[in-house]
């Protein structure tokens, strides 16, 4: 009489065992994107608030024209945010945003065209009284880097599934033998 494999303790402990690896792989997965999700946000989130205080010490130095130079600047400097707007009441200043209405601390944008898959994440400060100043940076690529990890967990996850099960198999097979 032959015993099936499947029949068992060994297979059972071994399915046990997957089962955990599995759910902890995936547990691993979800709390790896979302550490991931929220430092890509703060790390924009302290560019932004870098190029506002830099806006902000412009503007007390030399008033509004300086803070329309130091945004100038940021816009072409490699590593600054992606996106500023300095606004007096309507009225756009500077930035390559368009005047919005004025609200403050972190808010997500839609990206100008509505391109699909991108958004700002940024910050709106008031730095003087009716003086707007917004500086924000395009989540695709943080969206893309994420997207690339998760591929990667799962590719790692389903290679050690794998191995598993293929472990699983050969102490079947050789206790047949």
Do not use: C
């Not at 790896?32 to 007390?60: H, P, S, W």
């Not at 024209?65 to 009441?89: C, K, N, T, Y």
């Not at 994420?146 to 990667?152: V, Y």
């Amino acid at each position: 009489m032959r015993i099936s494999a499947i029949h068992t303790e060994g297979f059972r402990i071994a399915a046990i065992f997957v089962a955990i690896f599995a759910l902890s792989a995936a547990v691993f997965t979800i709390i790896t994107l979302v550490i991931v999700n929220e430092e890509f946000q703060d790390q924009i989130v302290q560019f932004a608030n870098a190029d506002i205080a830099a806006v902000k010490v412009g503007y007390r130095t030399n008033g509004v024209a300086e803070a329309h130079e130091v945004i100038s600047q940021r816009m072409a400097a490699p590593g600054a945010s992606d996106f500023f707007l300095l606004a007096r009441g309507e009225k756009k200043l500077a930035g390559n945003l368009a005047s919005m209405p004025h609200k403050t601390g972190i808010l997500t944008l839609p990206y100008p065209g509505n391109a699909a898959g991108h958004a700002i994440l940024g910050v709106g400060v008031f730095i003087a009284p009716n003086l707007y100043v917004f500086s924000g940076s395009d989540l695709y690529h943080a969206r893309l880097a994420r997207q690339r990890i998760l591929r990667t967990l799962i590719w790692v996850f389903l290679g050690a599934l794998g191995l598993a099960l293929l472990g699983n198999k050969l102490p079947a097979r050789q206790a047949e033998a």
